[in-house]
């Protein structure tokens, strides 16, 4: 159902996207910032699964209860955000009024401590709130599901009660609360500070003087085409995807279909924003791309017959990937988009056959064959603060890499385990198909997934499906044996990279693994509660 849960995770997102850039700015402060990144997927996340569980025909005696629950979270995390957006505002226009180590740096280390004391003055730091907010979330929606509560709940609507007051002026936190939660009409939006909607991939203009103007009410937007003219926002802040829809289920990805086929890829469905946001505690180089710019990119993937089926932003307002197909030969390409030095839109693009993709760190190192000496070139580099996106990616581009009718040449073959430990490989079966099943530990963040692979054959590289498991280590409850050979799964989230498949499910409707040894079984399962992820 549609109360705005959605819009609210996207700034969500946003905000998290923007937060990267301090990053690299201020790194005596990497820590906080990036568990602030991580808790804001979080947020999206919960925030979807809320918005998915919202159904009448299943949950309607509950939905009373939650709606009220929500006008009081949501408000409280809209001005949050609003408030770290402003901070956005504040680097931008100190570029001519607060110089730092070189002309026209921003101070962005006062910035941060101002956001933060302001935080603080208002009686909760950043990080206990956005812990707070995933945590009410993630309740509400054990409520919806008939769960019983947990004490912590009560606490937290305390803690929001007073913290929304501090937020808000007095007569519009009293109209707020006289508001009957149980006679609002389903569907009806809540109530929600204006956030102002800016250009998007990616824009730059100059700071208009003060005062600032009034911002668009929320949540309009223009949508911004690459063949249209460009019209500078009012003040440049966090991007918004091109082709984002409010409708869309779709985290920081969307699906465009140009080609009015109709036609969906499954690269389209992996972004869903219902996995773990696990920081990385070691960041590599920045995102860049090596390239040669083709102004007409764009175009010319269109007038070929390719679709965008994903779009990804990296390091703030700097880059977007996105990722291409075309239906009649499943050719894939990836455009990278970004600004030079001057503010010009720059385009870069290449076949993913082409491409050898390597991981480093936190990045993705995308390289090309030098025909010159046939040694390898980066392409580009591609940094992820957190691990899940990094793999959803890399898994992401190498399906369809390898499903491109044109043969990928030899010496080009990707490689991703050098920062992941296995710590567990077996064999299952699905019906009469054996897959090559692992589990791997990353050995920076400490996140733990399954995945899967053809056991033989030219794709065995290839993820079928992978999942994050940290969550579950340690619950008995989790896994159990339903045959000497086969492990039932309480719930998984699996993220599938082709079209047609899904992992095997018992007649409960539960996800299972069978594999071909029972000692594997065992084995399996023993060896699952014993990992330590740091």
């Not at 850039?21 to 906080?32: G, H, R, S, T, V």
């Not at 993220?495 to 047609?500: E, K, L, Q, S």
Request: charged content about 25%; overall charge neutral.
């Amino acid at each position: 159902m549609d109360w705005r849960l959605l819009e609210y995770a996207k700034d969500s997102e946003d905000v998290a996207a923007g937060l990267q850039i301090f990053l690299d700015e201020i790194p005596q402060y990497a820590k906080d910032i990036t568990g602030d990144i991580a808790e804001l997927f979080a947020i999206s996340s919960a925030l979807h699964v809320l918005d998915e569980g919202l159904d009448l025909s299943r949950y309607g005696r509950y939905s009373g209860r939650i709606m009220g629950d929500l006008d009081l979270a949501l408000p409280s995390l809209g001005h949050t955000l609003d408030d770290i957006r402003h901070m956005f505002g504040k680097s931008n226009r100190s570029t001519q009024q607060h110089p730092g180590a070189f002309p026209g740096t921003p101070q962005y280390g006062l910035i941060w401590d101002d956001l933060c004391m302001d935080f603080k003055n208002q009686g909760m730091d950043l990080p206990s709130r956005l812990e707070m907010y995933r945590v009410y979330l993630q309740g509400l929606y054990d409520i919806l599901k008939g769960d019983p509560m947990d004490p912590e709940l009560d606490h937290i609507r305390s803690c929001l009660t007073r913290l929304l007051r501090k937020q808000e002026p007095l007569d519009t936190y009293i109209d707020r609360l006289s508001i009957d939660p149980e006679t609002r009409t389903p569907g009806a939006p809540y109530s929600r500070p204006p956030i102002g909607r800016y250009s998007t991939y990616p824009a730059y203009a100059p700071p208009p003087p003060p005062p600032l103007p009034p911002r668009p009410p929320y949540p309009h937007s223009p949508i911004y085409d690459d063949r249209m003219s460009y019209i500078p926002p009012p003040v440049p802040e966090i991007p918004q995807s091109p082709t984002y829809s409010t409708t869309s289920s779709q985290t920081y990805s969307t699906y465009s279909n140009d080609s009015g086929s109709g036609l969906t890829h499954w690269a389209s469905k992996i972004f869903d924003g219902r996995h773990s946001s696990t920081p990385f505690r070691i960041l590599g180089q920045s995102t860049k791309c090596l390239g040669r710019d083709e102004p007409e990119a764009i175009e010319r993937l269109e007038s070929e017959g390719f679709i965008k089926v994903l779009e990804l932003p990296f390091e703030a307002t700097d880059v977007w990937i996105r990722l291409y197909w075309r239906p009649s030969d499943h050719r894939a390409r990836i455009l990278f988009l970004t600004l030079d030095s001057h503010g010009r839109k720059m385009r870069y693009c290449i076949p993913l056959t082409a491409l050898k993709v390597l991981r480093t760190e936190s990045c993705l190192q995308l390289c090309r064959v030098n025909r010159a000496d046939g040694k390898l070139d980066l392409w580009a580099n591609l940094r992820f603060t957190l691990y899940e996106r990094m793999v959803l990616f890399y898994c992401t581009a190498v399906a369809m890499k390898r499903q491109d009718r044109v043969t990928t040449p030899q010496g080009l073959e990707d490689f991703f385990q050098p920062g992941e430990k296995e710590e567990f490989g077996g064999e299952i079966q699905d019906d009469n198909y054996l897959h090559a099943f692992r589990i791997f530990r990353d050995k920076d963040s400490g996140c733990v997934r399954f995945e899967t692979t053809a056991r033989r054959g030219a794709m065995k590289t290839i993820p079928i499906w992978t999942a994050f498991v940290t969550q579950y280590i340690g619950s008995k409850s989790w896994m159990r044996r339903v045959g000497s050979s086969t492990v039932q799964l309480r719930e998984l989230h699996p993220y599938v990279f082709c079209d047609g498949y899904t992992p095997p499910k018992g007649a409960s409707g539960r996800f299972e693994l069978t594999f071909t040894l029972s000692e594997d079984a065992k084995a399996f399962m023993e060896t699952f509660h014993r990992i330590k992820t740091r």
